[in-house]
């Protein structure tokens, strides 16, 4: 028989239960944090609160916001909340001014992530017999070791391709069976294309189930990418911050994603106030990660603009449900499943003698996301010739792929024709229409 939940008893705990749950473990947590991380204790000491303040849930708002600033600030151990050597992990993502984000696990840490994913792979009909096709990146992004450990939890046969190489994808698919891919949305729908490409129908492969996410992705494109590989698409959501995929995931409903809320408390906030909303608003996420041992993070800012709800949800788990990420209240774009800041590609511009006249255009092709980067060459330059411009491009280009880790088309434009701007100059342009 199909299993649906992987831990039942949380998965479906009684929603007092849950709520007493979280207060305790959230109680612990301050303490936690307070006792061992001086950054912290600043903080709190800075808006008059102490452990002892923090008896339950309702005391939650009055703890201070952190943000990817402070986790900046913190670079790379001001956050540990444990001794060096009781982690065993890290991974990390992009900054804006180039400074990563690290995060921390202990081998606590990893184990209880693996099994917020292992529910996410059961939610999708995942069950030992199955063959799961990990393509996300492995490495310092969480995508792939992520899926990689949950499907390990699940006992499925797991084959850890990595993203790229989809001649490879597709060999491995066909003749291994794979029944459940893991990728990025925008890499599924390139899979589907090459595959059709290659003149197979979505009858021909043993997939049954994808779990898709790391970047924002419609209904229309679940729609497609569930036709054209002949799957159930399934939505997975998380950050490196609060440990990677698996924050919250899909059931068979597709309406919206259970948060794994023994783990995170999710709350709305105004991104403008910081007032906390009341359930069903739209607002910026912010978690309180309640388990986590190196690397906890208390009222973390998500920037995700999303709305929460708590209305039942047929497949009997009680956990609330998240919507699709509608944006972000920064200005971070997910290009190609990489988050990218603006601000990193000027840093590029600059650090290479051109001026900060540019425009960045993302827009979606056949389900993958472009880049192009508009640059006015600095009149110095502008009278050389059409070959030596285009060395500069692609010269712009290897610079910028080095810093983002994706690649840009670059345009070198004439001096003074990137539209200058009387108020914020707009510097990207994003035709992508995800939302
Ligand atoms: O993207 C972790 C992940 C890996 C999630 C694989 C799902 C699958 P980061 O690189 O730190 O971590 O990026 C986190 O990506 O704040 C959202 O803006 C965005 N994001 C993640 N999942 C989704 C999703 C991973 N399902 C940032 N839909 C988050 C829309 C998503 N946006």
């Not at 729609?223 to 995931?249: H, N, Q």
């Amino acid at each position: 028989m199909e299993r649906r939940y992987y831990q039942p008893e949380i998965e479906t705990m009684p929603l007092e239960k849950l709520r007493a749950l979280q207060s305790e473990r959230l109680v612990r947590q301050v303490r936690h944090v307070y006792e061992n991380v001086p950054y912290y204790r600043a903080k709190m000491q800075e808006k008059g609160v102490t452990p002892d303040d923090i008896r339950g849930l309702e005391d939650l708002p009055k703890l201070p916001f952190l943000s990817k600033a402070d986790l900046r600030d913190g670079y790379p151990y001001g956050l540990l909340a444990v001794p060096l050597s009781d982690c065993v992990r890290i991974h990390s993502t992009s900054g804006t001014t180039g400074k990563r984000v690290v995060a921390f696990y202990t081998q606590n840490d990893v184990d209880l992530w693996e099994d917020c994913v292992a529910r996410a792979i059961v939610a999708a009909g995942g069950t030992r017999d199955d063959v799961v096709q990990v393509c996300y990146g492995y490495g310092l992004f969480t995508g792939g070791s992520g899926l990689h450990g949950g499907s390990h939890k699940v006992g499925c046969l797991t084959l850890p391709m990595s993203s790229g190489n989809t001649e490879r994808q597709i060999q491995f698919m066909m003749d291994l069976g794979s029944t459940i891919l893991c990728c990025t949305p925008s890499y599924a729908a390139y899979i589907g294309e090459s595959l059709k490409e290659r003149g197979y129908k979505p009858g021909d492969n043993k997939l049954k189930a994808g779990i898709f996410g790391a970047e924002p992705w419609t209904e229309e494109m679940r729609r497609d990418i569930e036709a054209s590989l002949g799957i159930k698409a399934f939505d997975i959501y998380g950050l490196t911050e609060t440990s990677g995929p698996g924050v919250a995931f899909e059931c068979e409903e597709q309406r919206g994603m259970h948060i794994n809320e023994d783990h995170f408390i999710a709350e709305i906030i105004d991104p403008d106030t910081g007032e906390v909303l009341p359930e069903g608003s739209k607002g910026e996420l912010v978690f309180t990660s309640i388990t986590k041992e190196a690397f906890p993070l208390l009222r973390y800012r998500t920037r995700d603009i999303c709305v929460l709800s708590r209305e039942k949800c047929s497949c009997g788990r009680t956990h609330v449900r998240m919507s699709k990420p509608m944006g972000r209240s920064d200005d971070m774009l997910i290009i190609r499943g990489v988050n990218v800041f603006p601000s990193q590609i000027e840093t590029v511009l600059l650090n290479e003698g051109y001026t900060p006249n540019y425009q960045i255009v993302v827009d979606r092709v056949n389900n993958s996301d472009t880049l192009d980067v508009y640059v006015e060459l600095p009149p110095e330059k502008f009278s050389d010739t059409v070959r030596e411009v285009s060395q500069w491009e692609k010269s712009l280009a290897s610079a910028i792929t080095t810093m983002l880790g994706i690649k840009p088309i670059v345009h070198l434009v004439s001096p003074k024709t990137i539209t200058r701007s009387e108020g914020k100059a707009v510097r990207v342009v994003d035709k992508r229409k995800l939302v």
